[in-house]
């Protein structure tokens, strides 16, 4: 059979046997020792500054002047200022949503609402967050959203019993809730 073995193959063989035997002397072989590096410290970093004798830290309102008006810039005004004036003056811009329509169901209660910024309607219900407002109440004819202190209130643009007999589809051409083309509003059918 060795005989047929071609010199490439006897090579290769040749190698994987090096190869066994190399790795397993490495599995067999104690690992080497590594020494670990010896660290010194400096006598500066342990040394430690004593307090002077009889010294007391002044109290946190003697630095109050300097939290009023950091010393760095005569522009610059105390953060805890800051955040109040933007807390008070930060009242949000009106909600630039477009109620679609209104679901009230036996458990359920919810407001189909369209965005500029999205092409999808979403359906907000009361909890929610719309545009930085919370929906605070859905009701049959409007929703109620609220930013901080300040509410908006949202109404249909138009209810069925409100709606022109000739025109059911309205101004815009948009069929109100429980409307369908081809179908006089109630007013009509009577």
Same mark, same amino acid.
């Given at each position: ?19 066994? #035997?190399?790795? &397993?002397?490495?599995? %067999? *072989? @104690? +690992? =080497? ?49 800051? #955040?109040?004036? &933007?807390?008070?003056? %930060? *009242? @949000? +811009? =009106? ?96």
């Amino acid at each position: 059979m060795i005989s047929r073995l071609t010199r490439v193959q006897l090579f290769l063989a040749g190698g994987v046997l090096f190869a066994g #035997a190399y790795y &397993a002397y490495e599995l %067999a *072989a @104690p +690992p =080497p020792r590594f020494e670990s590096p010896t660290i010194v410290s400096s006598p500066i970093a342990e040394a430690k500054t004593p307090a002077p004798a009889g010294f007391i830290a002044p109290d946190a309102q003697a630095f109050a002047v300097i939290d009023e008006r950091p010393i760095f810039s005569p522009l610059r005004k105390s953060p805890k200022i800051e #955040a109040q004036g &933007a807390a008070q003056a %930060a *009242a @949000p +811009p =009106p909600a630039n949503v477009t109620l679609m329509g209104i679901v009230i169901g036996p458990d359920d209660r919810f407001a189909t609402l369209k965005t500029p910024a999205s092409l999808a309607v979403l359906i907000a219900r009361p909890g929610q967050e719309v545009g930085g407002w919370k929906l605070v109440e859905v009701e049959a004819d409007h929703i109620l959203l609220r930013a901080g202190a300040n509410d908006q209130e949202i109404r249909l643009r138009s209810s069925p019993a409100s709606m022109p007999a000739g025109n059911p589809a309205g101004p815009a051409g948009l069929f109100p809730p429980g409307m369908m083309p081809g179908v006089p509003p109630p007013a009509a059918q009577r």
